[in-house]
């Protein structure tokens, strides 16, 4: 069974920079992989997915300012996040999604029950961004 563990979560200043980390263990994932958010009282958020050749994916609000990379020969997932806002604080998960396609897992992100088929994810990394 592949293990997701998220790292790399802190507190920091609005403009500011975080890099997450995310560690697959147990197994090499050919899927899609991705970083969604939720934060009390907001509805889960995918925000970024990547597929095996590198190809990318985000949602308008982060576009521009998140880079969601991925090292395969190193089984590691990255989500760089910069030009940070308050309003970015939130738990952030990484996940597999079973899928090949991106538009497709970008959504998939949003909606995926635990245990379900769709796909499985960590315990998450807390981001705080204060003003």
């Known amino acids: 069974q592949v293990q997701l563990v998220e790292s790399g979560g802190d507190s920091v200043q609005a403009g500011g920079s975080l890099r997450l980390s995310c560690a697959v263990y147990g197994g090499t994932v050919s899927y899609v992989m991705g970083w969604f958010r939720q934060a009390p009282r907001n509805k889960r958020e995918g925000i970024a997915v990547?597929?095996?050749?590198?190809?990318?994916m985000y949602a308008d609000s982060v576009k521009g300012r998140f880079t969601i990379s991925r090292d395969n020969a190193n089984n590691t997932l990255y989500l760089q996040l910069s030009s940070l806002k308050p309003e970015d604080t939130a738990m952030y998960y990484c996940a597999v999604v079973k899928t090949e396609d991106l538009d497709f897992a970008l959504d998939v992100l949003s909606v995926m029950s635990p245990g379900g088929d769709l796909g499985y994810w960590g315990r998450g990394t807390q981001v705080t961004v204060s003003s």
């Open positions: 990547i597929d095996r050749a590198g190809n990318t």
